[in-house]
């Protein structure tokens, strides 16, 4: 039995529930069974017993008061993973499903992620099993208002910096920020995603999208390909879906889907100018449903209760491109197997760990170019970095500035994927190239530290 499979069953062993963390690091650590055989000095130090144990995780009671006057009563979290190479960063998730084990994946996740962007970032995650859906501003005011009532003293600008994430955007982001500056009395960088005249950057809102695409447009290049004139399926309509929609219309491609929990949309005729405005509206003021899509455009069919990748799977659809931007485990294998027969050449990973260790095989066995999501959704928080920076600066930099140096980020990224397969001996397999590039960072740094 190797090293690295006994800290896996120890893993197991200690939270036999927490699947969706077991899948996160199973991942990882498979990739990480090469760097065990050449790096004895980490094995010594136990880095890879203590890389999956999260530094702290705090969890919390959140009471608020809804409209009716009524007490609610929800549990707030935050996992602060690793903070070995920078500060703890990684978003807020507010959905009915969050729980212990979908926030380790995502903190564990973010932890690689962040190395990835050579910025100086730590890992975590946090959120609460709060349902923004169907509730009012003044609601999800108070309710925002209750949770920093707690995080706050576990958070700051050399500490720890949340963001947005599922059901966290710019108006939870406002609230936030908003009930921190009031109790702490201190204007300063605590979170990420903030408006413009609040010390927001340019780009924050656009960069997971724009990242992902950028991210894919590198993969196909090493094939002569390009985003023109390919037809290309994403998953989700929020905040990653909206923008990497944008991207891959302004580089000549024609997006075919969008989706959200209830329904899926398909538009043969693309997704495009004032269409794109129309979701924009739909899902960011009015807070509606995506299936009103079909409602407004004839040309466009709904699939109420299926993904799109249900829709692929059934009736045959063709698509070049996949950008899952919508949740974890969204892609199992047959559906990665109906993707390979519709002719898709790449997926790019909008979502945290969209796809299922059985969708990747089904990506591998097929060569497809397969960007996994610490990799390819790393333009959020790399942006996050970015608007890090201008606070502790106070400037603010153009939008070609924080677009240019993003876009940057994302080649380097991607270089840095395939030269660490290829220096391990797993030439253009970018998951062991991303969970090597990114371990071996926090690994180097761990060890200098000593056993803290
Ligand atoms: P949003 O809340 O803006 O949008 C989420 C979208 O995904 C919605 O369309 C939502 O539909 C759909 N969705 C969420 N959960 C489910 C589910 N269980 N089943 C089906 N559809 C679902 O979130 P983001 O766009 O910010 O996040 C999307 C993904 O991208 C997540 O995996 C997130 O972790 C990841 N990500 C986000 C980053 C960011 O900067 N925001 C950065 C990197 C990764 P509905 O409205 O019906 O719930
Ligand atoms: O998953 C992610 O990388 C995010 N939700 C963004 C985190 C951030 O700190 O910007």
């Not at 538009?267 to 899902?283: A, N, R, S, T, Y």
Request: with cysteine.
């Amino acid at each position: 039995m190797s090293v690295i499979s006994e800290v896996m069953d120890r893993v197991k062993e200690r939270d036999p529930y927490q699947f969706e963390f077991h899948q996160a690091a199973q991942e990882v650590l498979e990739s990480l069974e090469v760097t065990a055989k050449k790096h004895p000095e980490f094995v010594r130090a136990r880095i890879y017993d203590r890389i999956v144990e999260p530094d702290r995780a705090i969890v919390f009671r959140v009471p608020w008061v809804d409209d009716k006057g009524d007490v609610q009563v929800n549990r707030g979290y935050r996992i602060q993973f690793n903070n070995a190479i920078g500060p703890y960063k990684g978003g807020l998730r507010f959905h009915p499903s969050v729980n212990l084990s979908i926030l380790k994946f995502l903190g564990f996740e973010q932890i690689f992620k962040n190395s990835l962007t050579t910025l100086p970032m730590g890992g975590a995650k946090g959120g609460s099993d709060f349902d923004p859906k169907g509730k009012s501003d003044d609601e999800v005011m108070r309710f925002c208002q209750a949770f920093v009532r707690e995080l706050y003293r576990h958070i700051g600008p050399d500490v720890d910096v949340p963001a947005g994430d599922i059901g966290v955007g710019g108006r939870e982001i406002g609230y936030m920020f908003g009930y921190y500056k009031k109790i702490r009395n201190d204007h300063t960088g605590v979170l990420t995603g903030k408006g413009l005249e609040w010390g927001g950057s340019l780009i924050r809102p656009e960069a997971t999208g724009y990242g992902c695409v950028y991210f894919a447009a590198e993969m196909l290049t090493t094939k002569g390909q390009s985003f023109a004139g390919k037809t290309v399926a994403i998953s989700g309509s929020g905040n990653v879906a909206q923008y990497a929609m944008e991207k891959v219309n302004q580089l000549g491609g024609r997006v075919i889907s969008l989706c959200d929990s209830s329904s899926t949309i398909v538009d043969e005729q693309g997704i495009c100018g004032e269409k794109c405005d129309f979701v924009l509206d739909l899902k960011n003021q009015r807070r509606g449903r995506i299936s009103e899509y079909a409602d407004k455009y004839a040309g466009a069919a709904c699939f109420i209760g299926d993904s799109i990748w249900d829709v692929i799977k059934s009736n045959g659809l063709k698509v070049d491109v996949a950008l899952p931007c919508a949740t974890q485990n969204e892609i199992d294998g047959e559906q990665a197997a109906a993707l390979v027969k519709s002719g898709c050449l790449c997926v790019s990973e909008g979502a945290n760990m969209p796809s299922t260790p059985e969708a990747i095989r089904v990506y591998q066995d097929a060569n497809m170019l397969y960007g996994p999501g610490k990799a390819a959704n790393a333009g959020g928080v790399a942006t996050s970095g970015l608007e890090m920076s201008q606070n502790s600066m106070r400037l603010s930099w153009s939008r070609e500035e924080v677009d240019g140096r993003l876009l940057e980020i994302m080649k380097n990224i991607h270089k840095s994927c395939l030269d660490a397969a290829e220096a391990y001996g797993k030439k253009g397999d970018y998951v062991t190239g991303a969970n090597i590039a990114g371990f071996l960072k926090v690994a180097n740094a761990m060890l200098a530290y000593g056993i803290v």
